[in-house]
């Protein structure tokens, strides 16, 4: 079965800190591979598509980039409104496989 | 801009059919794929599958065959059953719009897919 692992599982920041969280497939997806947001009690939000493609309306903080099993999403300069899990997804083939997220937590 | 709005029962008995509608507003179901997914308590999310407007399906096997989407294009709207209920199917079950996002460099008429639209999701507890 194809795996997908996210890391870390949790991380904390301060207001203006670069993180970067990692997603890891154990079979290449090219470059078919989506990040998103989800706030507590909410869906999830698309954020980047294609590795590296900004959805419409997302800050340019954010950013993404890999290709084959390695892929990176980085958020510059943390904002408070950034807390939240973020969820990286392959759109390669089916089943699509959402990674296990990393939850962002703003000190 | 394209809504999602998911509806069913919010409890559903063990061994039973689960059922939930997608009515989809403020744009057309054709032209693209529309997928469920559902998320347990304190966990992440699980594509269990799409339907293409024109009927093509594809599942996750993780669900053993027990899941049938299908789609009403007259009434704009989608559909998911899940057979066989236990209280592992205990989740948030969300209805998306997975939407040609972007398109590939260098490869006209491909594309990216990702799940743009969605739900704002429905509870659903299986219990006796």
Redesign the interface.
């Known amino acids: 079965d194809v795996q997908v692992t996210q890391s870390p599982s949790s991380l904390s920041a301060s207001v203006g800190d670069t993180v970067t969280i990692t997603c890891r497939a154990s079979q290449s997806f090219s470059r078919f591979l989506n990040w998103y947001q989800q706030k507590p009690g909410k869906a999830p939000k698309l954020l980047i598509y294609g590795a590296s493609t900004l959805q419409g309306g997302v800050p340019s903080r954010f950013s993404g980039s890999g290709s084959g099993t390695d892929f990176t999403l980085t958020i510059s300069s943390v904002q408070p409104e950034d807390f939240g899990t973020y969820y990286c997804q392959q759109s390669y083939n089916t089943p699509r496989i959402f990674g296990q997220g990393t939850k962002l937590q703003i000190k | 801009q394209v809504q999602l709005q998911e509806s069913g029962p919010g409890l559903v008995r063990p061994s039973e059919t689960l059922s939930l509608t997608c009515a989809v507003s403020g744009g057309s179901i054709t032209g693209d794929y529309w997928?469920w997914i559902r998320q347990p308590p304190g966990k992440?999310?699980?594509?269990i599958?799409?339907i293409y407007y024109t009927g093509s399906t594809?599942?996750?096997?993780?669900l053993n065959s027990r899941a049938t989407i299908s789609v009403d294009t007259s009434e704009n709207q989608f559909s998911l059953r899940l057979s066989s209920v236990t209280a592992a199917d205990t989740a948030v079950y969300?209805c998306?719009r997975?939407g040609r996002?972007?398109t590939?460099p260098g490869q006209v008429g491909y594309y990216?897919?990702?799940?743009?639209v969605?739900?704002?999701?429905t509870t659903v507890t299986v219990s006796s």
């Open positions: 997928s992440g999310p699980e594509w599958g799409y594809s599942y996750n096997p993780s969300y998306a997975e996002v972007g590939r990216y897919y990702g799940l743009d969605w739900g704002q999701g």
